[in-house]
């Protein structure tokens, strides 16, 4: 049986980030598990520039911008990893989602939302939900919060409560996988 590819989208481009520890987790987990492939799409190494229009109306798009869209479109399913700016989300993943359209037209994707406080980032969740509901994404009905994201991994990605960070993180996968799996049977009908 082939494992599905799972891309893990790093959103975080600030000076110090911490979110990335959870993308990094998320990664290693899925690797370990043997639940499916994994990489990480990492929006500081891309460091785009404000796209001044959409990938598929530019004449001349920059080698990274192929890049990322041929990950986002071979990817089976993505897991955007999120911190909390304000009770949204950051404008680099604005960026990065609205340069795409058909890439990530019916694709599975689970959200991970990171912050410093208490609540983990829940605050964004409904924002970037509707955004990619507008841009017909499978959304997948899970969340996986990540408050304290600075004491709860180390640079590593390695959680301090290991065996409850897991367990609430195989949750979430599984129900991204579920929704790859049902997207797939659904592609062969
Ligand atoms: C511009 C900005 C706004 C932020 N707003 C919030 C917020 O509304 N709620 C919150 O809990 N943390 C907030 N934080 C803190 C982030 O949650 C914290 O930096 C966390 O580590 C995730 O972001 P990072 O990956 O960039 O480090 C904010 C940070 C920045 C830079």
Redesign the pocket.
């Known amino acids: 049986m082939t494992l599905p590819h799972i891309a893990i989208l790093s959103a975080?481009v600030?000076t110090?980030?911490?979110?990335?520890r959870a993308a990094l987790f998320l990664r290693n987990l899925i690797v370990e598990k043997n639940l499916a492939t994994a990489e990480i799409i990492d929006l500081n190494e891309y460091q785009f520039p404000l796209f001044h229009e959409r990938l598929m109306y530019q004449d001349d798009p920059l080698p990274a911008l192929l890049d990322y869209s041929r990950k986002i479109k071979e990817a089976d399913g993505v897991v955007i990893v999120t911190?909390?700016?304000?009770?949204g989300y950051?404008a680099s993943l604005k960026n990065a989602i609205d340069v795409l359209y058909p890439e990530w037209q019916k694709k599975p994707v689970a959200i991970s939302t990171?912050?410093?406080?208490d609540?983990g980032?829940n605050?964004l969740i409904t924002s970037i939900q509707f955004v990619l509901w507008k841009m017909h994404v499978l959304t997948v009905p899970a969340m996986f919060p990540n408050p304290h994201?600075?004491k709860a991994y180390d640079e590593q990605g390695v959680p301090s409560d290991k065996e409850g960070t897991e367990k609430r993180a195989m949750y979430f996968l599984k129900e991204l996988l579920w929704c790859i799996e049902a997207g797939q049977l659904m592609k062969k009908k």
């Open positions: 975080s600030r110090g980030r911490n979110s990335h911190p909390e700016y304000n009770g950051p990171c912050s410093d406080g609540f980032g605050q994201v600075d």
